[in-house]
DNA sequence: CAAATCTCAGCGGCACTGAAATTT
DNA sequence: CAAATTTCAGTGACGCTGAGATTT
């Protein structure tokens, strides 16, 4: 993607280059969990786990932003691979409650190591100020409110 | 999309921060082409042809960004539509050139207009200055060198 | 009954590939 | 001949919809 070239209308479109930098995010991080064998999706699933402990499907999809459809199939798979459990909810019996295991975590820790570091190729042009500035603005206008309780769940990943 | 309550590995991630505004950025800018049955692409194709003049069908692809086979469909629309002229190129016959017309240029700027405004609903979270950092942030992270010649060849839009 | 949950089949937009046809 | 250009058919990932089955 060279956007230099590109008309100035373009070039000065918030929504462009969103799209632009997109593609070449989904680029780099797809060739991460390809050689895993794994999908961006899943890491978003595993990660809703480490977090907020074993949930439903319905709860899976509302924390990962995901389709409750697209989290059955990607369920289905981690299941098969033995990296989450998925178990009927004797509490209420039409969920599934899923829930991360050992190896999901030991994949998941090893994962954020790679994903860091693609996000620092993604972002090479930038210094460490610029990086941090962007991620707050890209929040911002997503209305993410300041992760509330200073503490932070996880550690802070190796590219900031 | 409600980012609160994602994964705290997620709302710290540059490329999924990305991708949540993209989706809402694509939601917006195709609501407003579909009002006028076009796409996004076509409106990629206008402004390359309205600032650099007639070119080739490969030029626009280089140009505009988009594929050379994407190209091919959109034009075929494009000048179905007058708002646009294709004609092979005397000089190298494997060429096409395709021109902007009136029509064509009428169309832009009322698109101007009309994506200025969904620039402003989809980042209405952040200030002005805010939103210009980020665009500038973006355009460094892609490698956009200024757009030199400081005389800009279009007018302000209206979301700045 | 209405509402929630899970599952499955499939759709539409989109970036992209491969190959054929033509011309340089 | 190799390389460039246009065109077309088709693919795969992705976000999403609709509907059915089950349970509350």
Redesign the interface.
Known sequence: ??????????????????????V???R??SAVFAAHDLHRSQY?LL??L???GPQSQAALS????LDRSDVVRWVDELAGRRLVARAPDPADRRRNVVSINAAGRRLLDRL?LE?GA??ER??A??SRS??R???Q?????????P?DGAA???AD?N?R
Chains 1, 2 share one sequence.
């Open positions: 993607v060279d956007v230099n070239g590109a008309p100035t209308r373009l070039r000065r479109l918030p929504s462009w280059l969103l799209g632009q930098l997109n070449e995010a989904r780099a991080i978003a990660a809703a480490e977090q907020f509302q924390r990962s932003g954020d994903i693609a996000q993604l972002l042009a930038l610029e990086r500035q962007l991620v603005l890209l929040a911002k206008a997503l209305g993410s409110e992760s932070p769940v996880v990943l590219w």
